[in-house]
């Protein structure tokens, strides 16, 4: 398994700023993957970082709007640019850390765009 | 494309009956699936997974879920329902490249 923290745990903003998660591992892992939880909705995957390539985004999600650090293989960043209201969510990481497609989650971050 | 549904968004249920939260799935090849927990402001928690062998299999919590190929589901069941079961419960399958992709999710109210 992997222990997972995020930060923040939550905010608010004010729209047009960004923000920048923070996703910390306890072990080194090859895949990260961040995902988005809009209010009362599943999660969709935003993009995976794997560490030392560029992260590979999901439709419908751009770099520009959700640029993505992997400096190490433990750590990764998710920032929300030029922030809306509709950007209002959850943001977890996950990471694959266990036998045959185990994802671990992170406690998620609640940001709330004004 | 592969997909997963949960047809009900919530499920109610006395303390101490059985429960079930139903999951179907569609996936080309061989499918992978996961039962997922999100109990309120926290993260999702890894309750089981099916990749192959046998079609019943127990997580954690006291949870199992039974993998049916001819009817492509994977419900998730519980033989005595507690009240700290009450989350939100996702089914997931897992796709190219390790995507999960995620059923809408279910409620699980379990009254005293």
């Known amino acids: 398994s992997a222990v997972i923290s995020q930060k923040p745990s939550r905010d608010i903003c004010q729209r047009g700023t960004s923000l920048t998660i923070q996703c910390q591992v306890d072990s080194q892992v090859t895949m990260m993957f961040w995902y988005r939880q809009q209010p009362g909705q599943s999660l969709t995957l935003i993009a995976t970082?794997?560490?030392?390539?560029?992260?590979?985004?999901e439709s419908g999600f751009v770099i520009d709007k959700f640029p993505i650090s992997r400096p190490n293989l433990t750590f990764s960043t998710l920032t929300v640019s030029n922030m809306s209201p509709e950007d209002s969510s959850i943001y977890l990481c996950?990471?694959?850390?266990?036998?045959?497609?185990?994802?671990?989650f992170g406690p998620g971050t609640r940001l709330t765009v004004l | 494309a592969q997909s997963v549904a949960q047809p009900e968004d919530q499920v109610n249920v006395a303390e101490g009956n059985p429960l079930t939260v139903k999951c179907t799935y569609s996936v080309s090849g061989n499918p992978y699936l996961f039962w997922y927990v999100q109990y309120p402001n926290r993260g999702l928690q890894f309750l089981l997974k099916?990749?192959?062998?046998?079609?019943l299999v127990k997580g954690s919590y006291g949870f199992e879920a039974e993998f049916n190929k001819s009817q492509t589901s994977f419900h998730l069941k519980k033989p005595s329902a507690l009240v700290s079961d009450s989350a939100l419960y996702f089914c997931a399958s897992a796709g190219g490249y390790n995507k999960l992709i995620f059923g809408a999710g279910t409620r699980l109210a379990v009254h005293p």
């Open positions: 970082a794997n560490q030392g390539s560029e992260a590979t985004y």
């Open positions: 996950s990471v694959l850390a266990g036998p045959l497609y185990e994802q671990f």
């Open positions: 099916y990749i192959t062998g046998d079609n």
